[in-house]
């Protein structure tokens, strides 16, 4: 009656649960291959090296618990040498992001990070070897001498025992602490500077490396299972085996619009067909349909949780939200009521729901029984009456070897528990265990790929194969900046930003006649505040005018590091402008005159020419022209625009005379920017190579959307400045009135720098 039932039931939709696809590109097809034609060749720095061997047999003697066995062992050494290992890593692999972003190939990136954990994997395990290689000798100097107490022996012989007994878990406690310490450099150190140069959809998920199963040889072990994530049957006949809960889920969420919209009615069609056939194509297909977002665990509680929803909804209607919202949250609940109802029976069908609170259960009492009996006995005894008969049976005749009484209340108390579950607790069990399933299944995928990638890299410690492999350009090396070549590379390009002082005569012309000091407020309130913050960008001064300031940031030859021109003058603009506004707000208080920028920016590729009179080096670069216009105000514009707008300081148009235009002259344009800042377009296009840029479009009242660009600018000491960049169409005027005709020329490019735009931004993405 109930099959009838549930074939008329209509499936819940899950269009509006904001589920998360799990799926990330990763590959080394792009790069060559080393000099054997089949793998990788990779040389990471001696330094990561070194202080990875010493880190990891201090961490070996830590999780074995052996320290009184090393008489030259502290705590403290290993804080030290986790940070050591800390810094050494992270230039390593900061080199690894620069040669991908200047190499334009994201896979060199990847290359970096499956090289440094292949190197922590195998140190791991070498260093467990050098803890062996230390008592062995020591155990048969002890049993050969007469010098030495008895139970010393013993001791050492009971430790050496104990470390072979638990290498598993001493290897999966040592390597968790590296690969933690390797993941919190990948997220809180480099994750900023990857997206600043590479799309969100090309940067490796931060889950990548912190997965339990690179640390064991055997992915199913009871002990990794019930320790990382729940236990899970490993005969083929046992209902909950990888494989079996894997198939049902795909069956069941293939049955909503989940599965349809992935295969379409068409294709669901004719998979069906082909899942009468031999090797069961459909389900095949279906699993990798379905896996990214199974893979996806914050997708377990967005599915089923609708006890959180509850929860949300009561709070939602306290805080008077609106019924539309109301609405939504409990078409949530309902949506998730549904759809776990539906996972609930089909477990409970299948006699699942005992065996998975049994899991659970068991995780607080297994360690007092295990050894000598394993986790798989321990659920058993818990679930089956006639195993747990036999299992009591079997370890009363081993009493005996036993030195302490083997009780069995614990358990017996657990199985109370167990039989106590309410159905709703079984569900609440039920959401936990999918949720650690969709770990694992994710962990299972992830390691196959992982595998198969440190499988195809060779670390090379080899003289003579590093020179090999270098002399034909086909070794990757992540050095230390201490460890690279040091010499003076030529300038390849250069940016220039010219800051001008808008009526700067008329500032002059009112302070000499209040008696003040003209000078000394350009320079404390414009001059050296500037200067304080070039070296934050990599700018220096090129020369400075009575109104004025022109810097320049070089770009060097080979050099991806220092790379980012363009982004870096953007910044830097931004910043003149914040300082200038807030010595204006002081000034206002004294009833001082404030000061007001016109700021251009303009790349130049190439590097510029130099004349030196006597010992001082003079520039000379057709930037430095162009910033000049790009910095411009036209007195006219500035009497229509200075009261009119508060959210763009940048406004240009073209004369509509073809005969000026086309010498494309200071006359071709008219240019408003009071605290502006213009960024030509050479200079916007190297930019958009330089980080990863965002698009947003707004609409406006005129019919002409307007485009905004922003990403994040690497800064010389390591922070980070977010930009805005407006692209804005110039339109052709009338030279005489001033008048817009409707021709559109080219474009222009403003550096935004009002906080409404930025608000508007990071409500929007």
């Not at 791991?124 to 049993?143: A, C």
């Not at 709070?315 to 009521?337: F, G, M, P, V, Y």
């Not at 759809?339 to 065996?355: A, C, D, E, M, T």
């Amino acid at each position: 009656m109930l099959k009838i039932f549930e074939s008329f039931t209509k499936q819940p939709s899950l269009k509006n649960l904001g589920l998360k696809r799990y799926q990330f590109s990763y590959s080394f097809d792009k790069l060559v291959l080393g000099v054997d034609n089949i793998h990788f060749d990779v040389r990471i720095s001696p330094q990561v090296y070194n202080a990875l061997k010493r880190t990891a047999i201090l961490l070996m003697i830590k999780h074995s618990q052996s320290e009184d066995f090393f008489s030259d062992y502290k705590r403290d050494s290993c804080e030290i040498g986790k940070e050591t290992l800390r810094r050494v890593c992270t230039d390593a692999l900061i080199d690894g992001i620069n040669k991908a972003k200047s190499g334009n190939e994201v896979q060199i990136d990847y290359l970096s990070q499956t090289a440094l954990a292949k190197l922590f994997l195998e140190e791991i395990k070498n260093q467990y070897r050098s803890i062996l290689t230390h008592f062995e000798p020591l155990v048969r100097k002890y049993q050969l001498s007469q010098r030495y107490d008895q139970n010393e022996v013993f001791l050492i012989t009971d430790k050496l025992a104990d470390i072979k007994l638990h290498r598993n878990q001493i290897i999966r406690l040592a390597g968790k602490e590296l690969f933690d310490l390797l993941n919190d450099i990948q997220v809180r150190k480099l994750r900023n500077m990857r997206e600043a140069n590479f799309p969100a959809e090309k940067i490796l998920p931060d889950n990548y490396l912190i997965n339990p199963i690179l640390h064991t040889n055997n992915p199913t072990d009871d002990f990794l299972l019930i320790e990382e994530y729940v236990l899970l049957g490993q005969r083929s006949e046992d209902p909950d085996n990888y494989t079996s809960i894997k198939l049902i889920i795909h069956e069941l969420l293939g049955k909503t619009d989940l599965g349809q919209n992935n295969f379409g009615s068409e294709s669901i069609t004719q998979a069906n067909k082909l899942n009468n056939k031999k090797d069961n194509l459909f389900i095949h297909a279906m699993e990798n349909l379905l896996d990214p977002w199974i893979m996806e665990p914050s997708n377990i509680d967005r599915l089923f949780n609708y006890f959180d929803s509850q929860e949300l909804y009561k709070n939602a209607k306290k805080a008077k939200e609106s019924k539309d919202a109301l609405r939504k949250i409990k078409e949530q609940i309902k949506t998730q009521r549904k759809l776990l109802n539906i996972f609930y029976r089909k477990f409970k069908k299948s006699h699942l729901l005992k065996q998975i609170i049994a899991a659970f259960e068991m995780k607080s009492v297994y360690s007092r029984y295990c050894p000598p009996m394993v986790p798989r006995q321990i659920r058993e005894f818990l679930v089956d009456f006639w195993s747990r008969i036999s299992i009591i049976y079997q370890q009363k005749r081993l009493k005996s070897s036993y030195s302490q009484d083997f009780s069995f209340t614990p358990l017996q108390e657990t199985i109370k528990l167990i039989n106590k579950t309410s159905a709703k607790e079984k569900k609440q069990y039920l959401l936990m265990f999918l949720k650690q399933f969709s770990r694992y299944h994710r962990d299972i995928c992830n390691f196959r790929v992982i595998k198969d990638a440190m499988d195809s890299i060779n670390l090379a410690t080899e003289e003579n194969i590093i020179l090999l492999s270098r002399e034909n350009h086909s070794l990757f090396e992540f050095l230390l900046p201490d460890e690279k070549i040091k010499e003076e590379k030529a300038i390849a390009n250069h940016v220039i930003i010219k800051a001008d002082i808008r009526g700067s005569m008329i500032i002059n012309h009112t302070m000499r006649n209040r008696g003040l000091n003209v000078a000394s407020h350009f320079s404390l309130n414009f001059f050296d505040p500037i200067s304080a913050v070039l070296a934050d960008y990599g700018a220096a001064k090129v020369f400075i005018e009575g109104d004025a300031i022109i810097l320049s940031i070089f770009e060097k030859e080979d050099a991806a590091q220092v790379n980012y021109s363009v982004a870096r003058a953007c910044g830097l603009a931004i910043k003149m402008l914040q300082i200038v506004r807030n010595y204006n707000e002081k000034n206002k208080e004294n009833n001082l005159p404030v000061l007001e920028l016109g700021i251009g920016i303009c790349y130049c590729q190439g590097p510029p020419s130099f004349l030196f009179d006597g010992d001082s080096r003079i520039m000379i670069s057709p930037a430095i022209n162009q910033a000049d216009r790009l910095s411009s105000c036209d007195k006219i514009l500035r009497k229509i625009f200075k009261s009119q707008n508060d959210l763009f300081n940048l406004f240009v148009f073209e004369n509509e005379s073809v005969e000026i235009a086309e010498t494309d002259t200071d006359e071709s344009y008219f240019r408003y920017n009071v605290n502006g800042i213009e960024l030509n377009e050479d200079g916007f296009n190297k930019l958009a190579k330089e980080i990863n840029l965002q698009i947003f479009t707004y609409p406006s009242g005129d019919d002409e959307s307007m485009k905004f660009y922003t990403g994040k600018v690497p800064l010389a000491n390591s922070n980070y400045q977010r930009i805005i960049i407006r692209e804005a169409l110039i339109h052709k005027v009338q030279p005489t009135a001033l008048d817009v005709t409707g021709k559109i020329s080219k474009k222009y490019y403003e550096v935004c720098t009002h906080h409404k735009i930025y608000n508007y931004i990071d409500s929007h993405s």
